[in-house]
């Protein structure tokens, strides 16, 4: 019996689109799931591609996508809120139904794209699995995925989410990175105050880090505090778990001590103070020279000034891809004589349609779907970067286009 069955199954926060679509169902009323659902079960992934297999459409660069089984439960990302959904299999049909998703705002590029994965994934049909990629059929456009693997212990960027104190895990608030880095036996990073080095020894999941030695920086009580508990807590490891992009370290009774996550790729544009000196529109040129209108970008977030309002927004920026998009822009309305009002009404509109970047030494041209901003280099702060990785951000006049 041929079930056709109406689903909510995907809804966004007021002013946001909701979908409520037609899921086939396929035989599912009375029949057990087929041995190719054990094939599924435990196995992660994450999008490449949607269309044709053989001329995909690439995901966003640094949207990540992706789908994790479990027996009886499909959770992941959608580039910018986290789903899940139970999910059911027969022989090669699947159907997905039920999805849940969390509510984030995110910039318009992102949730088109979203939206687009959403819908196709509520209407999945089938299926089909290799070892190391999986492409889920649906009645809008094929989804193409491949296999997630964990990432490596080495080599990698940590960043400290979570620290126990006192048996308890406290997720870590303040505003420097705690870092660490594992490389050939050396081990190397910020403490939150102070950088610090060491050595570790590794066994397969076991992990020693016998000694660590750090600079002796003055810090604020409340951070010189939580640097020494970090350190004191590596030193006490004997054991670590990777979950995809999650490290853990446990002591020998196999509590958890430290939990982190894959540190952020290094932002080319924080620690300084950018000035803007020309704006472009569709409609020419305004002037900005000795303007007040400035960007400053940071953990995240870009503030400043609009020439005349105070600004903040998200920031969604990829380095090596020079992507930029801005969401959740909020700014003062107080207003000002022209044409101080011009240039802030034209800069608003410019920063929350971004989408591409370059930079070449102390020169920025944010690119927008209606003009350009040129900033220059006004002074050099503190960056948010603690990591010691290089960068692989060199001078550049890459644009992205098409997106």
């Known amino acids: 019996m041929d079930l056709l069955k109406w689903t909510v199954c995907y809804s966004w926060k007021s002013g946001h689109l909701l979908w409520i679509v037609p899921l086939l169902c396929v035989g599912c009323i009375g029949r057990k799931a087929a041995p190719a659902k054990a094939a599924l079960a435990d196995t992660s992934w994450i999008l490449v591609g949607f269309g044709p297999v053989d001329a995909p459409t690439t995901p966003i660069p640094g949207s990540e996508i992706t789908a994790v089984f479990t027996a009886d439960k499909l959770t992941g990302t959608s580039g910018c809120n986290q789903y899940s959904s139970p999910y059911t299999i027969d022989g090669s049909a699947v159907q997905i139904s039920e999805l849940a998703a969390t509510s984030m705002d995110c910039p318009s590029l992102l949730l088109a794209q979203e939206a687009q994965f959403m819908a196709a994934l509520a209407q999945a049909t089938g299926f089909s699995l290799t070892e190391n990629r999986l492409i ?27 620290i126990t104190q006192d048996g308890v895990m406290i997720s870590t608030g303040l505003d420097v990175m705690i870092t660490a880095v594992f490389a050939n036996g050396e081990l190397s990073g910020n403490a939150g105050c102070n950088h610090y080095t060491g050595t570790y020894t590794l066994d397969d999941e076991a992990l020693a880090i016998p000694d660590t030695a750090h600079e002796e920086a003055f810090c604020d009580e409340e951070r010189s505090r939580q640097e020494t508990q970090f350190l004191t807590a590596l030193n006490t490891v ?19 001590l430290l939990t982190f996550t894959k540190a952020p790729e290094p932002n080319p544009l924080s620690g300084i103070i950018w000035k803007l000196v020309a704006l472009e529109t569709a409609n ?63 800069f608003f509109s410019l920063m929350e349609t971004a989408e591409s970047f370059t930079l070449d030494n102390d020169t920025l041209i944010i690119y927008s779907t209606r003009g350009s901003l040129s900033f220059t280099a006004e002074n050099t702060k503190a960056t948010d970067s603690f990591l010691l990785l290089p960068s692989a951000l060199t001078a550049s006049s890459a644009v992205i286009h098409g997106l």
């Open 136 to 162: 889920i059929e649906t009645a809008v456009t094929p989804l193409i995925f491949s296999r997630l693997e964990p990432l490596p212990l080495e080599n990698t960027p940590w960043q400290l989410t979570g």
């Open 238 to 256: 004997t054991r670590y778990t990777i979950d995809q992009n999650s490290l853990t370290l446990q002591d020998t009774a196999g509590s958890t």
């Open 284 to 346: 020419g040129p305004l002037p900005a020279q000795g303007s007040l209108v400035t960007a400053q970008f940071m953990g995240g977030r870009v503030t400043g000034t609009g020439g005349c309002n105070v600004y903040s927004a998200d920031t969604f920026l990829v380095a090596d891809a020079y992507l930029l998009l801005l969401s959740n822009v909020s700014h003062g309305f107080e207003s000002c004589a022209d044409p101080v009002q011009q240039l802030e009404n034209s």
